[in-house]
T-cell receptor, first 114, second 114 residues
Framework: AQSVTQLGSHVSVSEGALVLLRCNYSSSVPPYLFWYVQYPNQGLQLLLKYTSAATLVKGINGFEAEFKKSETSFHLTKPSAHMSDAAEYFCAVSDRGANSKLTFGKGITLSVRP | KAGVTQTPRYLIKTRGQQVTLSCSPISGHRSVSWYQQTPGQGLQFLFEYFSETQRNKGNFPGRFSGRQFSNSRSEMNVSTLELGDSALYLC?????????????FGPGTRLTVL
């Protein structure tokens, strides 16, 4: 069975600082990995997706994530945080089967201090 | 293209009642997945429908059911509501089935059970 671990429930950074949100996965087969963002009272929006092409994946709003098989990690980063980045971030994994499904981590709330 | 729409956005019910939630996918998308989001359990997969057939199901009791129509619109039904069913119910659509295609989420239906 696949699973995702997002350590910590809350991260706070200053505006302009590096954003690093950690995600570790468990999967018996090479996975697909996703990062989604959720703003208050909204649904989830895809930030980026790893499908086994380049290990460094660039997403929207300046975010990127690097797939590291040896560490079973897919951490999300952004060089410089903006106030508008404050939201909840979810890492998700799926296997590659026809009946695969997304399994989400618990989510991390990002706060950005002025 | 219009995004995924969910109706109603908010719903208040009492224990023992039943409820039906509706989801209209992005035009051309054939897969609809449903998720329950709560503060305690996070995002949990309910089920997925593709071409009017349930392709995958999560670990929820039989009180939770769904269906998909020929135009890909989907409904989910919860019978004999319990207080613990209070949650944000999200639906997501994708072109293909499974967890490999990018899923696009609707804004959700906030269900409160009193």
């Amino acid at each position: 069975a696949q699973s995702v671990t997002q350590l910590g429930s809350h991260v706070s950074v200053s505006e302009g600082a590096l954003v690093l949100l950690r995600c570790n996965y468990s999967s018996s087969v090479p996975p697909y990995l996703f990062w989604y963002v959720q703003y208050p009272n909204q649904g989830l929006q895809l930030l980026l997706k790893y499908t086994s092409a380049a290990t460094l994946v660039k997403g929207i709003n300046g975010f990127e994530a690097e797939f590291k098989k040896s560490e079973t990690s897919f951490h999300l980063t952004k060089p410089s945080a903006h106030m508008s980045d404050a939201a909840e971030y979810f890492c998700a994994v799926s296997d590659r089967g026809a009946n695969s499904k997304l399994t989400f981590g618990k989510g991390i709330t990002l706060s950005v201090r002025p | 293209k219009a995004g995924v729409t969910q109706t109603p956005r908010y719903l208040i019910k009492t224990r023992g009642q039943q409820v039906t939630l509706s989801c209209s996918p992005i035009s051309g998308h054939r897969s609809v997945s449903w998720y329950q989001q709560t503060p305690g359990q996070g995002l949990q997969f309910l089920f997925e429908y593709f071409s009017e057939t349930q392709r995958n199901k999560g670990n929820f009791p039989g009180r939770f059911s769904g269906r998909q129509f020929s135009n890909s619109r989907s409904e989910m039904n919860v019978s004999t509501l319990e207080l613990g069913d209070s949650a944000l119910y999200l639906c997501a659509s994708s072109l293909g089935q499974g967890g490999t295609d990018t899923q696009y989420f609707g804004p959700g239906t906030r269900l409160t059970v009193l």
